[in-house]
């Protein structure tokens, strides 16, 4: 029933996409005329019906670019964001291929305008579309309607996570049907659907839509044959490991020449892409600051020269970017005599000279590491970077403290503008928070850590 359920569904899709599609083409028309008037669109010699050709045209081609970005599936248990992506995607394909045949044709100046028209209505209006869909089919199958039937095949250490997260999300729309296994399990309050040998037979007398194998470790022998048995009967089925139950973050499967490759973490800077785009933001924003804020290290620079002996730069060995050590630089903001002292400082350290607590307090005293981030060991934003006594000490103590160094270290990043930043602060929850920032980074997330940055250094009471 849900196969067709899904068919359906997805001629829905195609029939309202085209609805969309054609609608978009046509509004770009007529917005171009009342925007351009009339006259206008005689002086660039537009041709109605070869306008209206090639918009309907690049309807046609959305719908097939909407089945090539994977559009036209069930989206049941996957986040709208990535369901928008492929959206963007799909708009953005076509764009690119009207673009490049309007510069062939020599006629871009035509057809620029409405091009763009039709890309960001048809985009809008599928995510809109979209959104009201997903509302309304979670809300039916809350109220146990459009329900797709699982079973479960093998018991292991994920079995009951698992069920736990079907039963408190009816708006998922699935129904566990019962679970095979080598014996009951009085515990996990479902039908015991019998041996593993009982399953062909159970296959082909009830209709079921998916199969979840979790086989324990025990139960490993049995994998081929289950798999070979939905196959044989055409149902689709996922493998949930045993092992994972053992892994705290997320696990993502990728592909190394062909083969399946699981990783423990998503690091968005492993990407070729991703990193030199970060490093052309890292110099073109380094230097920037360098050139705004000259004036006033020269003059902090000279404060510190006049107000205490000893030099102006305070140079220490940090862990960077794959448990490398560099030299960081900052403002000396203590009295040579405690150089050598590698103990966190607090608030009005009785170590720090008078210019020194007052660079500290508004971060001055962070400003020559924009040349370290010119010169590459650092970035604006990212973990901060520890020396290495203490990354000696927290590995042995803090879990998960080295992931940190799977990028640069920045500047500034989203431990401290969450205000845990300090000897006070909790090392664990400092790190949790490096780990997010290391799995979810994106230029926009740089941004907003930069602008909360500025907001922290003069308005967070903890300011150092």
Known sequence: MIKQNQTTLNTLHVIIDAVISFSACIASYYLMIIIFNMNMLIEYNYSVKAALIVLFGMAALQILCNFSCDLYRSYRSTGFAFEVLNILRSGLIVFTIMIILVIIMSRLYQYQIPLMFYFFANTFSSVLYRLFLRNILRYLRSKGYNKKFIIILGINDCTEKFIDKITSSPTLGYEI????????????????????????????????????????????????????????????????????????????????????????????LDKIYNKVTKRVLDILGSSIMIILTSPLMIVVAIIIKLTSPGKIIFCQQRVGLDKKPFTMYKFRSMRTETEGDISGTEKNDARCTKIGLFIRKFSIDEL?????????????????????????????????????????????????????????????????????????????????????????????????
């Open 368 to 464: 020559p590491q924009l040349f370290n981030v010119l010169k590459g060991n650092m970035s604006l934003v990212g973990p901060r970077p520890e020396i290495p006594y203490y990354v000696n000490e927290y590995r042995k103590s803090v879990p998960l403290y080295m992931v940190k160094h799977y990028v640069k270290p920045g500047i500034t990043g989203w431990a401290q503008v969450n205000d845990l930043r300090g000897n006070d602060t909790s090392i664990a929850e400092r790190i949790k928070l490096d780990i997010y920032y290391i799995e979810h980074w994106s230029i926009t997330f740089d941004i907003k850590i930069l602008l909360m940055t500025v907001e922290k250094i003069f308005f967070s009471k903890n300011a150092r």
């Open 177 to 268: 049907a019962g679970y095979f296994d080598t014996s009951p399990h009085s515990k996990l309050g479902l039908p015991y659907l019998g041996t593993f040998k009982k399953l062909s037979s159970y296959l082909g007398k009830c209709q079921i839509d998916e199969a979840l194998i979790m086989l324990s470790d025990k139960s490993q022998p049995y994998l081929g044959h289950l798999v070979a048995i939905c196959d044989n009967r055409g149902i689709k089925f996922s493998i949930i490991p045993n092992m994972f139950s053992s892994f705290s973050s997320r696990i993502y499967i990728s592909s190394f020449d062909g083969i399946p490759v699981m990783s423990m973490r998503k690091v968005p």
